[in-house]
Structure formats: structure tokens, C-alpha cells
């Protein structure tokens, strides 16, 4: 075997007490274990003091209401460890491999189309960067144009001609074209298979959330309790959470 050539460096963000570990291996089989080297404090030092002052009016991700099981809690570990044991999460892979974050802020309509047409593997057959074709949420602007989606996002209309225009078979179904049975019946079939998914085009006030209307694609269901798994786009304003169907 050859010999192994390891570097590692470790950083301590001066303002909280986070620790991050980064090691770099160049071989074909290793074991890691991450060992902190010591580094000098001076670039730190001097990189915290050119920080500049946190903006005023900003945020940084708000608290879920208790209404909502956030997925990385204790609760909401132990949801997703029962629903694994059932039919309904089998979507729930593809679409976690895809998981992206809103680039602006009324992009969580083309954030959603796009995880879900990477997710159902839909070749975009145009080139996203260099020699490869993939779907990123500038390439969607056949039907609004993209500096308009910046001000205004997209209807239910526009993401399901969007979604038509780039390979994806869309149904939609309004409320008040269905009933809450309905509702939970594609639930059940889009999350019990990974040819298909579930958008949800709602009002986050409905969720008693912080804004108005979303976007955001169902990663799972739990039958008993009920609840779906909801990968809210906007992971910097809230983390993915487990919701009441009803």
C-alpha cells in the first residue's frame, strides 16, 4: 500500500463555542478519526475583529411553533424512526439527497420544482455548468421571467406550467376541489413509492409561521400520528418539521 498523506486543521469560532474538524486523506481505504493541530490564534484573532457588526432588522431562522415537530428533535427523531418502519417514507431518500435551500428569498417555488425534478431523475437536457445537465433554479424562467419571480414568486398556475414545461407529469388539486380524504390519499401513494411526489402550496399562518404563502415538498408520512414531513425550502427561516394532515 502506499503511504498515506494526511493534513488536518482545526478552527474554533471565537464568538460561539463550535468546533470545526477538517481532515484531508489521499487514499483508496482509511479510517477516519479526526485529530484537532494546534493553529495560531493570530488569523482568528484578526479575521473576528474585521468581522463586521450584525445588520440591524436581520434574522437568523425562527423557533418552530409548538404546534410543529421540528425533524432533528428528540420527538421528531423518534417520528421519523417509527414511520421508517412503514410504507410511506420510501420517497423520502431521493428527495433528501436533493434538499436544497431557497436561493432568494420568493424562490421557494422553483427551490421546490427543482429538488423534485432532480429527485425523480428528469434529464433537463440543457447544461447547467460546465459539461453537466442538472436543474438549478435560474433555469426556470419559460413561463414568468426570472426578475419578476424575484419580486413576486410564482402562482399555483406557474409552478405547475413550469413543471410541465420541464418533463414532470403535474396534477394539482385545489381545496375546494378535493377534501381532506383526498388529500390524504395522495399523500399515502406519492410517499409509499419514488415515481412520484407531493407539492404543497400553502399559507404558512395556517401553520401559525411567520409569512404567507409557501411552497414546499412532502418527504414522508406517519399513519398513525398522522403527520406529514414537511422539507420547508426556506431552511434558513425554519428546519424541516413533522405536521398534523388535519
Given at each position: 500500500t502506499s503511504p498515506l498523506q494526511h493534513s488536518s486543521y482545526h478552527?474554533?469560532?471565537?464568538?460561539?463555542?463550535?468546533?470545526?474538524?477538517?481532515?484531508?486523506?489521499s487514499s483508496t481505504s482509511l479510517s477516519l478519526s479526526p485529530t484537532p493541530i494546534p493553529s495560531s490564534s493570530?488569523?482568528?484573532?484578526?479575521?473576528?475583529?474585521?468581522?463586521?457588526?450584525v445588520p440591524a432588522g436581520s434574522f437568523y431562522?425562527?423557533?418552530?411553533?409548538?404546534s410543529l415537530v421540528g425533524f432533528s428533535s428528540?420527538?421528531?427523531?423518534c417520528i421519523f424512526k417509527e414511520a421508517i418502519q412503514e410504507p410511506y417514507m420510501e420517497g423520502y431518500f431521493?428527495?433528501?439527497e436533493q434538499f436544497i435551500s431557497q436561493s432568494e428569498p420568493s424562490f421557494c417555488g422553483l427551490a421546490t420544482l427543482c429538488m423534485t425534478l432532480n429527485a425523480l431523475s428528469i434529464d433537463p437536457?440543457?447544461?447547467?455548468?460546465?459539461?453537466?445537465?442538472?436543474?438549478?433554479e435560474e433555469m426556470f424562467d419559460c413561463c414568468a421571467p426570472l426578475e419578476e419571480i424575484k419580486k413576486n414568486g410564482i402562482n399555483f398556475a406557474q409552478f405547475a406550467c413550469l413543471a410541465r414545461c420541464n418533463g414532470a407529469a403535474a396534477t394539482g388539486i385545489r381545496p375546494h376541489e378535493s377534501s381532506i380524504d383526498t388529500f390524504r390519499d395522495v399523500i399515502k401513494e406519492t410517499c409509499s413509492g419514488d415515481a412520484s411526489?407531493?407539492?404543497?402550496?400553502?399559507s404558512r399562518k395556517g401553520l401559525s409561521q411567520t409569512g404567507d404563502g409557501h411552497y414546499s415538498p412532502i418527504g414522508g408520512y406517519h399513519r398513525d400520528k398522522d403527520m406529514v414531513l414537511i422539507f420547508d425550502v426556506a431552511r434558513f427561516k425554519y428546519a424541516p418539521h413533522w405536521v398534523k394532515v388535519e
Open positions: 478552527h474554533q469560532d471565537l464568538t460561539t463555542s463550535h468546533h470545526i474538524y477538517l481532515s484531508i486523506y493570530m488569523c482568528e484573532t484578526e479575521c473576528a475583529r474585521s468581522r463586521d457588526p431562522k425562527r423557533v418552530l411553533p409548538e428528540p420527538a421528531g427523531r431521493r428527495l433528501a437536457q440543457r447544461v447547467w455548468k460546465g459539461p453537466w445537465r442538472w436543474f438549478s411526489i407531493c407539492v404543497v402550496s400553502y
